[in-house]
């Protein structure tokens, strides 16, 4: 059977950048756009930016570069590879290029932009991804000149998230904050339609007046009640999971956070020795995974891996990923996660600070662990970089998820901050109530044992929420005898 090769939809990278953003901060928000774009499967071809005061209000780029553009996506200038970032556009102004122009804001000239120049299709690019939330009328501007989809930041996060997600409670939270995106767009489109959009009343027929559009917007309306009482339901029964692990097993619980692509699952992998997902793309891992650190001690310590966090992230997403991240909100220790080799690190810094006071775990203790030391270059390199990161944060841990004496160095670090939260009690377990030996010897580690003729004595440091779980529990099975 003959092979089919799948060729990759090609993008275009779009951005102005205006006065208040400086070169490296827009080149930094360009590759992770781009690297958004890889997660999606995309190729991009070329690279176009601006420099504005302000955004275009019809179509977010000036008109000149529009046009430089729209020769490129539609294969009839003469360029290749990455776009320079102040390429002329005079001779393709003055006639060197197809007569044919395109008119502003048109549906017709839409579908000309799309038509082959000369009986093929030479398009160099399918998409325009621009590094920017845009309206729904600038997209639909941009879309008409440059002749191919359109899709702005919020929107590529969107469709990774939408394609990323697993659990029930993700794609719910996903397909809200979706459809929120789509309704302003559903206007715009009925502005399109004008009084065609507008349907007759009377039997069997819409309100008067009603069109398609406000039905459309009333099914997304419907739709996302739907979808908040579904994710009400599972945080009822995610709450319930928690409240057993607490009750049996303590609160020494670990979450990990942190940037995108960060190596926080790779991290967990390590630490617990799980099968979870390990992805060199953005947002590979959306739904919250927890499990139990090895090799286990005592206290028995949870680890959860939490979705990661991005610049610009959608609000929406923000307020829907909430409950995802109550993993991180009620641990007792943080471990965020920094991509070491990322010249950017103080932006991702930034980034999830912020993400983490809005879901208010700002008062939770923190371990700063910079993944990923082996990817900043030779041996030398690397010790430079980590000498340079240890002074710059103290009690910080530079490391590599794939050293396995770097994982073991972080493995004592989380028992360490666990072993001075323990205290010693003693307790007495009569022998009628023997049946809790087992529990007594899984959530503390026992100091001393002595007997007589009543019952076991022992002497036993922990948590002091199990140690206290386990006196009340001993209490009333003496209670019941």
Known sequence: MKEVKVTPQRAVVAAVQLPTVSDVELEASLDELRELAKTLGFEVVATFTQKRANFDSAAYLGAGKREQMRHFVQGDADQSGDAPQQAPVA????GKGP????ARHGAVAAREAAKPLAGTDTRQADFVLVDHEISPSQARNLENEIGCEVMDRTMVILEIFHRHARSNAARAQVEIARLRYLAPRLREAAK???????QRSGVGGRGAGEGAGEAERAKIRDRIAELKQEIIALDLERQTQRARRQESQGLARVALIGYTNAGKSTLMRALTGSEVLVANKLFATLDTTVRALVPEGVPRVLVSDTVGFIKNLPH???????????????????????????PGLERQIEV???????IESGKVPR???FNKIDQVGGAKAQAER?????????????????DKDDIARLHKEIRAFFDRRLVEAELFLPWSAQQLRGDLFAYCEVLEERADADGAFFRVRGEREAIEGLRERIGQAQEIR
């Open 91 to 94: 001779a393709e102004r003055t």
């Open 367 to 369: 371990l700063l662990v």
């Open 192 to 198: 399109l339609a004008g009084p065609q959009g507008r």
């Open 99 to 102: 007569k044919r122009r395109i």
């Open 316 to 342: 929406d997403l923000v307020a829907s990923f909430k409950s995802t991240l109550e993993e991180a909100a009620e641990a007792s220790l943080l471990l965020h996660v920094i991509d070491a080799s990322d």
């Open 352 to 358: 999830t600070e912020k993400v983490i006071e809005e």
């Open 386 to 402: 980590a000498k340079a990161l240890s002074a710059q944060f103290p009690k910080c841990i530079v490391m590599s998820a794939l």
